[in-house]
């Protein structure tokens, strides 16, 4: 219990989360009613995979159906824009799935047309090289979906011969150091490895007691479990909405030599804006320059 | 389940499982961190899991540079083959509705693995004390009876939990263990699956719990003499526990110059 300002006494959250008691106390006086509604949620919230053109299920994992060697997942607005920017426009990708979930925070769309306003996660591989593999998602992956994504994509056989880097980027008063945050010159990249990737990183290492969560935590715990070489490339920026100055702080990641030619030589002058979140408009800080 | 580091499952046959319960300030993980950097238990594997909330970190026990890039998740296991010591840390919240499964997933590999016993380390909200507890200490255990037999030799000054109703004025005498978290689902899995378990808890309130979580260890101390005392006056043997790395900055980064 804690006492706000005004001097109501309030049930103040939990740090070590929510109250077993509760869930004990609702589940005894559960009715049948009760159970079959919690069931419907739950068939709500399931994560399907399925291909748009066809709008067919695919009836198996992501990548037990096709072969892999690299695969790039880039999470939220600036990480996507900065794979549709540098990435997909280096190459023919052609769409393979499509990731359909809904929960309080979001619900992807089915259209085949999307806009930088919508969400969405979809999988795309390259044409002239199959076995590398992108995904774009800019939804909200809720904690109880995150296991149930990763068994869609990646199955229960995990591959040791693939390489998975993933793209996400963090608000920079997430990050925690013994200097002042003012001080701080965002956006900024940091990197977390799994064991068995051997490849010097582009940037420094994230150090304690700095942690990563959500969908791209759970990527890497799944990579760092079943032996899998993986990186995650964390941009600490004080602009989370689509911004260019962002986008471009993922730069350095395409001098990877996993990442050789994958992408074009780019120059600012000849940058193209193709792609879903690049069409957004700019952010006001990139408008500043 | 149980995922090993290496290329085969280690064998844990009558070892002692050290466990955090997720309860109230996280001072059974807070204990189980300090045993796991003071005794520098090595990693043997994974509890991968749906249930715990994903995470990711380096090292949380790096004491140089060469060891502080090892990636963390948020259920391994570590051994000290010499003491037959395991221990699983749990470093997230559970799932809405997945702490039941849980237990019963994680009880089952102990079965499996034909442990001795399970110690569960825990803390219960001190405002929730009754008038004979607020006079005792606040340290109180719960143990199965096949633990009882090997504590007994032991002199300690320890209190068993008592029973009390969970609601008052209703007369149903049961452990509650408030803020407990997953305590009471772990004691009633053991006895279903007859698992030697005990608790050691303390009472406490939210807020800086690293005291707790030290007074907690020196019991735990008490019973299995994990580590000597360098003397035998008791205020010493607190420095004797080492504080991992990853405790700096509990309370965040540091304050910016400009608000004041």
Avoid at chain 2, 153 to 174: A, G, L, Q, T
Wanted: proline residues 6%; aromatic residues 10%.
């Amino acid at each position: 219990m804690a006492a706000t300002f005004f001097g109501e006494v309030v049930k103040a959250p939990c740090r070590a989360g929510t109250e077993e008691e509760e869930e004990d106390e609702e589940e005894r006086r559960e009715t049948p009613e009760d159970r079959e509604v919690r069931r419907q949620l739950a068939r709500k919230r399931e994560v399907r995979l399925f291909r748009r053109q066809t709008k067919t299920s695919l009836e198996v994992a992501l990548l037990e159906k096709y072969p892999c060697s690299k695969f790039i997942i880039a999470i939220g607005n600036n990480a996507v824009a900065f794979l549709s920017s540098f990435v997909m426009n280096s190459g023919v990708w052609e769409e393979v799935g499509c990731a359909k979930l809904w929960n309080e925070w979001c619900r992807t769309t089915d259209t085949t047309h999307l806009s930088p306003a919508e969400a969405f996660c979809v999988f795309y591989h390259l044409k002239s090289n199959p076995s590398v593999f992108l995904c774009q998602c800019t939804c909200y992956v809720a904690e109880d979906q995150q296991y149930q994504w990763l068994e869609k994509v990646f199955g229960s056989c995990p591959r040791k011969n693939m390489q998975v880097t993933i793209l996400t980027c963090r608000h920079v008063t997430d990050y925690k150091t013994s200097e002042s945050t003012s001080s701080l010159h965002s956006p900024f990249l940091k990197a977390l490895k799994t064991q068995n990737f051997k490849e010097p990183p582009c940037c420094s290492l994230l150090e304690q007691p700095n942690i990563a969560h959500d969908l791209p935590a759970a990527v890497l715990s799944y990579c760092q479990v079943w032996g899998i070489p993986a990186v995650l490339y964390l941009c600490y920026t004080d602009v989370m909405k689509l911004d260019l100055v962002t986008v471009e702080a993922f730069k350095p990641i395409l001098s990877s030599r996993s990442w050789k030619g994958l992408v074009k030589k780019y120059t600012r002058g000849n940058m193209s804006a193709d792609g879903p979140a690049c069409a957004c408009r700019i952010s006001p800080r990139a408008q500043r320059y | 389940m149980f995922v090993p580091c290496g290329e085969s499952a280690p064998d844990l046959a009558a070892y002692t499982l050290l466990m955090p319960a997720v309860s109230v300030g996280n001072v059974g993980q807070l204990a189980v961190d300090l045993i796991i950097s003071t005794l520098n238990m090595c990693k043997i594997g994974y509890f991968y899991t749906d249930c715990l909330v994903p995470m990711v970190g380096n090292n949380p026990y790096a004491t140089a540079e060469e060891n502080s890039a090892e990636l963390s998740t948020n259920a391994e296991v570590y051994s000290l083959p010499s003491k037959k010591l395991v221990a699983l840390q749990l470093r997230s919240i559970f799932i809405n509705y997945k702490s039941k499964p849980f237990c019963e997933k994680l009880l089952s590999w102990v079965k499996s693995s034909n442990c001795a016993k399970v110690i569960v380390l825990s803390s219960s909200h001190s405002y929730h004390r009754n008038d004979l507890q607020l006079c005792s200490t606040p340290f109180k255990y719960l143990w199965a009876p096949s633990v009882q037999k090997s504590v007994q030799n032991k002199s300690h000054n320890w209190e068993e939990m008592e029973k009390s109703p969970c609601i008052p004025e209703i007369n149903d005498s049961e452990f509650c263990i408030p803020e407990g978290g997953n305590t009471k689902t772990l004691c009633d899995e053991g006895r279903s699956k007859e698992i030697p378990l005990a608790v050691l808890l303390k009472f406490v309130s939210k807020g800086d719990n690293i005291p707790d979580a030290l007074g907690l260890v020196e019991h735990l101390n008490e019973w299995l003499q994990i580590i000597k005392p360098r003397c035998n006056d008791p205020t010493a043997s607190a420095l004797l526990w080492k504080i991992p790395s990853s405790w700096r900055l509990l309370s965040g980064s540091s304050l910016s110059p400009v608000l004041f």
